[in-house]
């Protein structure tokens, strides 16, 4: 997959938003290089987990994923996508019927109906084709910036950065990129992150956070870029050895 770098993202086209000024970064270019180096020996191939067989049953994955595990997700749409493949083929279903299959998902009514309106507004107006560009993608019911940039990444090979609850804490945690929402942390991350490290790198994040900086007690003794961290409230400053990571690990 061609990887394209979405590092304009944030610039240049219209109703994009203006491009902030970034703040003093706590880190060098150097020490940025180095951590995403060293997270890209650890996990060579990050993968997301979220099962699907083409761009729309991604976009349907993703809107459904919110406030889910990959794994639950994963459950529902097993059946689902076998027989609703297309937007055309979800219709022919009907809502209650999507209901009825992702019924395990949280806020699975709300979901469901999403779900029939971003492929009704797939057919109507994008010829049934997921398009490629985040300004459509966010105009489909239930899918946000983060959902877009998840497409745009895994169905199309675009750099983006979906910022999601891992990602904002370790960005504010370290330092690497504080804010005070998910857009000022992708614009930040999508602007220190060296360009070769940006496709994988969300997933590294997303990675970090579950496994290592984690929510209530970061495991800094585990962590591969402890003595680089400039995080408060680390318990370590010796980086734990490098073992690279075959399988994603996802739960
Ligand atoms: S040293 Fe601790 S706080 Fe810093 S990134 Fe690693 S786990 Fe997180």
Redesign the pocket.
Known sequence: MSKKTDKSAMANKPGSRKPKKLPRSKYTRAEIWEIFNRFSQQRPEPKGELEHVNPYTLVVAVALSAQATDVGVNKATKELFRIADTPEKMLALGEAKVREHIKTIGLYRNKAKNVIALSQKLIDDFGSVVPQDRDALVTLPGVGRKTANVVLSMAFGHSTMAVDTHIFR?GN??GLAPGKTPDDIEDILMRRIPEEFLYHAHHWLIL?GRY??KARK???E??I??DL?K?K????SVPAAIVTLEQPQFQ
Do not use: L
């Open positions: 370790i945690r370290t970090h290592t900086c970061p495991e800094c585990a962590c870029i402890a961290c995080a409230e680390k318990t370590c």
